[in-house]
C-alpha cells in the first residue's frame, strides 16, 4: 500500500535559521506530490506541489521543495523562518482515482 | 479562488443525536471529500464523492454516511453520534485530476458529550 512518512511530528527551529522538513513516499510509480500548511484552527492551504517537468518546486511564502526520484523523498525547506511560519505542515501524494494519502503532519516551531 | 464553505466553526451535539455537517464549493468541482482530524493521526479519509448521487467509502466510513443532491454541496451525516466522533472535520474539492490538488474547508470542530 502507498504510504507518505513525515519524519519528526514537532521540529524546532530559531527565527532566521534554514527550515527542513521530511517527507518520504513508497511508490513504485511516479507519484504527484504536495504540501500543504496548516496554521490554527483553519483548513489547509497548499503550499506547492510537483506534477511534472523541474524537479525544484517554488511555492507561497518562501517555501520549495524537491522530488527526488532516486531517494523517494520531497523534503520541504525554506532559507530563513519566520515567525509566522509556525504551524502544521502536510506532505501528501496522489497516485490514482483522485484521492491523496496524507502524511501524518509536522508542527512547525519557531523559536525568538 | 476556491471557496469551500463548512457551515459550522463548532459544534456541540449530544450522544445518539443525527448530526448533519455541511459543506459547500463554489467551483464546479466534480469531487469533494471528507476527512477527519485526529492529533497524531493525521488526516483520514471517511467518505468521497466523484459525482452527484455518487459516493464512495473511504478509509473510516464506520459510523458516518454523506448525501450528494447537488454538486457544489456534500453533507456529512453522524447517524447516532457517539463520543469517539468528538474530532475535526475537514471538507475538500478538486477536480477530477490525478496532479489536481485538493481544496479545504476551514473545518468544522464537533464535540459529542
Known amino acids: 500500500a502507498q504510504s507518505v512518512t513525515q519524519l519528526g511530528s514537532h521540529v524546532s527551529v530559531s527565527e532566521g535559521a534554514l527550515v527542513l522538513l521530511r517527507c518520504n513516499y513508497s511508490?513504485?510509480?511516479?507519484?504527484?506530490l504536495f504540501w500543504y500548511v496548516q496554521y490554527p484552527n483553519q483548513g489547509l492551504q497548499l503550499l506547492l506541489k510537483y506534477t511534472t517537468g523541474a524537479t525544484l518546486v517554488k511555492g507561497i511564502n518562501g517555501f520549495e521543495a524537491e522530488f527526488k526520484k532516486s531517494e523517494t523523498s520531497f523534503h520541504l525547506t525554506k532559507p530563513s523562518a519566520h515567525m509566522s511560519d509556525a504551524a502544521e505542515y502536510f506532505c501528501a501524494v496522489s497516485y490514482r482515482d483522485d484521492k491523496i494519502i496524507f502524511g501524518k503532519g509536522t508542527r512547525l516551531h519557531i523559536l525568538p | 479562488d476556491v471557496k469551500v464553505t463548512q457551515s459550522s466553526r463548532y459544534l456541540v451535539k449530544r450522544t445518539g443525536e443525527k448530526v448533519f455537517l455541511e459543506c459547500v464549493q463554489d467551483m464546479d468541482h466534480e469531487n469533494m471529500f471528507w476527512y477527519r482530524q485526529d492529533p497524531g493521526l493525521g488526516l483520514r479519509l471517511i467518505y468521497f464523492?466523484?459525482?452527484?448521487?455518487?459516493?464512495e467509502k473511504g478509509d473510516i466510513p464506520e459510523g458516518y454516511s454523506v448525501s450528494r443532491e447537488k454538486k457544489e454541496r456534500f453533507s456529512l451525516i453522524l447517524e447516532s453520534a457517539s463520543t469517539n466522533q468528538t474530532s475535526m472535520y475537514l471538507c475538500?474539492?478538486?477536480?477530477?485530476?490525478?496532479?489536481?490538488?485538493?481544496?479545504f474547508g476551514d473545518g468544522t470542530r464537533l464535540s459529542i458529550l
Open positions: 475538500a474539492s478538486s477536480l477530477p485530476l490525478n496532479n489536481q490538488p485538493q481544496h
Open positions: 511508490s513504485s510509480v511516479p507519484p504527484y
Open positions: 464523492s466523484y459525482d452527484v448521487k455518487m459516493k
